[in-house]
């Protein structure tokens, strides 16, 4: 057997390896994920955050390897998985060290946008726009609270180039007072030129932007419904997408669908394949449009997510995922000590999808709503499915209102993203390992 990736440390202080009991029949844990290779088999248990490769000869009795048993991939037939599980996770979230410093800020320069999707949470809002004044607050605020952590930014909106200035403001100054830092980008794209692309590499220190697309030209531009006249919207950003990554700057292109779109999503990546051919500066994933809908037509969504997927991975463009190394203990940045949503106004959140409610406190105080802290880390019950799901110890559905439930179609979309996860682990543990011995001949 070996070992690819070890057990998570934190695992194996609180549980330490398990004994062989004499007699004592073993099976696979609930949480191990089974993947054939050429060289044998791949099992990554999601509760120990360990991958290994059996051989050939291994994997046609697995419940007999010991070292197997030592750690936790077999346990004994009537043996509680979701209990150790919990255990596990709550003897984690008590001795992982607490969080004091923010390094992560998802900065919204505005809530007004130069585009009108008809699904827009933030439709209907007024729109505020942050001041210089307030920018200059924003980079205090930072500066007290990042510790010696360095910063983190998300740029957030509406479209936050539609108040650059604030940007081109909020960089400059942290970079006069020395703070390190690099950004990342939600963006409809359109407003990227040649000169914001090399101030977003400069001075930005810019290294993702998602940009959303919506279907081929024709649906493009009608949903997105830009406020400006007589201009190709679909082809400008297209062409932005260019400037960035010719740049170095990595764009993740979010395709938003629902039942209305879909077919067209299938034309636009293999229009973005002859566009862009290969560019490792370049991914998409697919994402459903958050509406609430029946356990079927959930189903039915998640079928059509993951045949967009495995279009998506047979055109190159799919994100690579490393497999979870740690017990994961949150769900997103909103249940993140270390995590902070400011808005144009200087109030402070945990969610950007809240930009006129749910404020924790203000960068002008110290002033803090612990309870509004506490109510974004709120879990969700589990459901009866829990107790059968692999993917369980690494499921932290927070309370959130952009989830409905647990179909078992996410199930198999978790199912293939791990297992080409652990694909793309073992591939670059090869490479890895390959590279090594390439090294040691040259010495």
Known sequence: MQIIIPTTSLVEQIVGQQKRADGQRYRLMTYVVQQPVADGLLLYNTLTCSLVLLTPD??????????????????????????????IRLMAALTKPAI???????????????????????????PVTMTA???????????????????????????PLVNAKIIDQVCTELSDLG?????????????????????????????????????????????????YRGVNAFERVLENICLLTTAGIHVSIRLNFDQYN???????????????????????????????????DATAI??????????????????????????????CLADHDGSVVIVPDGHLGKCEHYTDSEFFGHIDSEECDNAIIRKFKERTADVDACATCFYYPQCNRV??????????GDQKEHLYKTKESMKYEYERYLRENDNKQDYETEI
């Open 58 to 87: 291994e994997a046609t009795d697995i419940p007999v390897q010991k070292e197997l048993i030592e750690r936790w991939f077999l346990v004994p037939q009537e043996h509680d998985d979701q209990k150790l599980c919990r255990q």
């Open 100 to 126: 004091k410093a923010i390094s992560s800020y998802t900065i919204l320069t505005t809530t007004g946008c130069n585009a009108r999707c008809f699904y827009c949470y933030q439709q209907g809002t007024k």
């Open 133 to 159: 004044e307030t920018a200059g607050k924003v980079v205090r605020y930072i500066a007290r609270h990042r510790g010696n952590e360095k910063v983190k930014l998300r740029w957030f909106g509406g479209e």
């Open 179 to 227: 703070v390190p830092f690099k950004s990342t980008m939600i963006s409809n794209g359109y407003l990227f030129d040649t000169d914001n692309v090399q101030r977003a590499k400069d001075l930005w220190q810019l290294q993702r932007v998602q940009i959303t697309l919506d279907g081929t030209e024709q649906t493009y531009n009608r949903v997105k419904a830009y406020v």
């Open 262 to 296: 879909i077919r067209d999503l299938a034309e636009l990546i293999e229009l973005l394949h002859q566009r862009f051919g290969t560019n490792k500066h370049l991914t998409i994933y697919p994402h459903e449009l958050c509406v609430e809908r029946t356990p079927e």
């Open 302 to 331: 998640s079928a059509l997510r993951m045949q967009l997927m495995r279009q998506i991975a047979a055109c190159g463009y799919d994100h690579k995922r490393k497999l979870q190394k740690d017990i994961k203990l949150h769900m």
């Open 399 to 408: 309370a959130c209102p952009n989830i409905f439930g647990c179909t078992s």
